[in-house]
Structure formats: structure tokens, C-alpha cells
């Protein structure tokens, strides 16, 4: 029966059945993670075979280049043609950076900040303002980056298609409004897949600043865990064609492919906007590296090969998120007091408590042993408005540690409600 419909004397039973329970897990001495989106394990022992390719000198020599040595700032070739048919754009306009795709991301905002992007009129930070659309829910790195120069983020309110482009079509009339973080396929946290139409009115957007920037995000590009590969559309060639060639800058990695935090993370852009950061980042370093490229390449191969890969990672995570989905389905879809995504792919479940009920869960779950990302973490300056959204990555515990922190979860969120309809907190 839904809480919202049970009497006093109800209510109060079931929080006296809840509480019993929470105080048996608690004596438990649980210590659950589902707080941040790492691959487990077994998916790090599914790529391990790649440590082992490059292991003699003359593995390390590709089309007559030894990757041993200094050189290629912007890539080797052929991963900046692996990476260029993984997001459907051209090899010339890709730059092959190092383990982190944020860091090519942070990169890009303090170029902007220190020196301005390519149609700047001056640095960002000689000007009194800068503001950055965050769509939330979203991913609190991004967040933090812009938050970090005193940029002033404006909270766009995320869409089953996307970000709300009504809103943003709105606020970028603002001259003062320099940019946006967009994680376009299978978003952070909730999964949600941008529309066509989402897409084609970035690509057309027309801001008031000359050097207004897309950060397009598209960190789960080939993710699906469930079903098959979702084709789609090459943001770079769309703002291209209509006219916007530079205003769009796009990142991903292998982090969640191979190794997060020692893969190869790749920035695609227009040819003007490549040239124009390479001329600021030749200082910076003499070339990334490449050893760890070539390795990628040869190991990974193509993107057929690679959404096999994918494939097997999928068949890692899948019974993790439906671990997830069927207890929510199970403990809370009956009570009423949340509803939740169904994502295919990414690394997040995001769900929605009734207001005012995500921190005293989380603080709860913390009580009790399980870690979960802090609430209103999704959400610009982490104030989450309405005290409801959580994220939850399930991708790391095993199976079985994974079915206890969901089982935690689920009593402590119904602990906060009857807390909260009780008038206890
Ligand atoms: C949307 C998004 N972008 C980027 C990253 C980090 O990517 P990288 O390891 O390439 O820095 C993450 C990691 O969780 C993410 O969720």
C-alpha cells in the first residue's frame, strides 16, 4: 500500500517495522560503495590482456614511428582514426590527449579563462561575469570545473530528450552565458539519451557570445548494457553544417572501456578550433602519451572490435543495474515515495525521492554502512532545490555486496519517509 494512504496507526507500525530492520542491518558493520561510477573487477580483468601487447622495441614502431620517444603532440594517426570512426567525425579533427578525458575538458575552460577560445574577444577572465548552463540532474565534475574559475552556473532542467532547449535557447541570449556541459548518450546520472530534435537545435543554436562553447560530453558513447549499440549523430559535422562550425567541443575516453585513469581520452572539434589549442598547448607538453595510444589501437582495433568488447562488459554490468531496478521495483515502486530511471547503458540508476527525502536517506545509508554519492551532488553548487535526487552506480560491488547496499538503500529511504509523514524529522 502506498505510505501516503495509510493511517496513523499503519504509519506507525510499519516505522516500527522499519526501524527494527535498520537497526539489525546497522549492527551488521556493512561497507558498501556505490558511490562513484568505476568499473568492478571482473571488467578490469576482461582488458587486463593489453598490458602484454607492446612487449618488445619493435612493437612500439607504427608506420615508421617510434612511439618511444617525443613527437605527435596532437596523436598517432591511427588513433586519431580509431577514435574518429568510434564518434563518427574525421581523423584531422580529432586531438588524442592523455588518461583522463576531464582533463582535456578542464583544459578547454582555462584556456578559455587564461588566453580565450578562438572567436574570444578577450580572456574570460577579464570579464566581470561569466555564467555556464549546467542541465541538471547532471555530473558534478563539470559542475565543479566551471564553479572553480567563479563561473556562476545557471541550473536547465533536464528533459526525457535532453536538456529543456526552450530554456537554453533562452539563456543564451544572454551575452554573459559562455557555455554548457552536455553528456548527450546515456547522461549522467539518469541515462537519458538526447533526441534528434534535442541535437539538431544544439547544432543551430545561436548565443549572443561569438565564443559560446558546447562541451559535449559523450564519456558513454559505446556504453549500452543492455541491448544493442545505439547509433548516434556526429555532433562536430551538424554544427558544421549549420553554420556553427566551432562552437562545439567533444570529449570521451577509453576509462570505461579499458582502464579509467590510465586509457586515452580523445577532443574532437572543428580543424580551426584543433589548430587554434594546439598553438596554445605546444607549450604545455611536448607530446602525450603515446605508448599508451598505440597500445589502445592495437588492442582494441576498430570500433567493430570494440563494441564487442562492449558487449562483454555488458554482459558484467547488466545483472548489476537489474539487481538495482528489481529492488526498487520490489521495496519502493508499492510505497510511492520515489520513481526512478530506467537507463540502457551508462553508469547510473538516478532516482527521485519524494521532496525533502535525499539527504536524510543518504545520511541514513552512511549510517549503515553503504556510501552512495552526496546528495544534491547532481546538482550545480550541490544544492539539489527539492532534496530529492540521488544517484546511484552500482558498477562496482559484486553482485552480491551490491543486492545488501540496494537492500540498505531501500530501508533506509522507506525510514526517511515514514520519518518525514510521521512529522519525526
Ligand atoms: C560524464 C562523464 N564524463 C567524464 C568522466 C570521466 O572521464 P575520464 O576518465 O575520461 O576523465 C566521467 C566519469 O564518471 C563521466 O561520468
Redesign the pocket.
Known sequence: MEYRNMDQAQLTAEYEAVSRRFEELKGKGLKLDMS???PGKEQLDLVSDMLTVLSKPEDCVVDGFDVRNYGELTGLPCAKAYFAEILGCRPEECFIGG???????YDTIAKAYTHGLLHSEKPWSKLDTVKFLCPSP??D??FNVTKSFGMELITIPMTADGPDMDAVEEAVKDPAVKGIWC?PKY???EGVIYSAETIRRFAHLKPAAPDFVIMW?N??CIHEFEGEYVPFPDIISLCREAGNPDMVFE??????VTF??A?V?VMASSVDNIKYMVSLMTYQSISYDKVNQLRHVRYLKDKDHTLALMKKHAAILGPKFRAVLDALDKEIAPLGIASWKRPTG???VSLDTEDGLAKRTLALCKEAGVVMTGAGATFPNSIDPRDRNIRIAPSLPPVAELEAAIDVFCVCLRLAALEKLLGKN
Do not use: I
Open positions: 562513484r561510477g568505476k588518461n583522463a578525458s576531464l582533463t582535456l575538458m547532471g555530473y565534475r563539470h553528456v547522461s549522467n546520472p560530453d564519456a558513454y570529449f570521451a575516453s577509453t576509462s570505461k579509467p585513469g586509457g581520452s551508462g553508469y547510473f
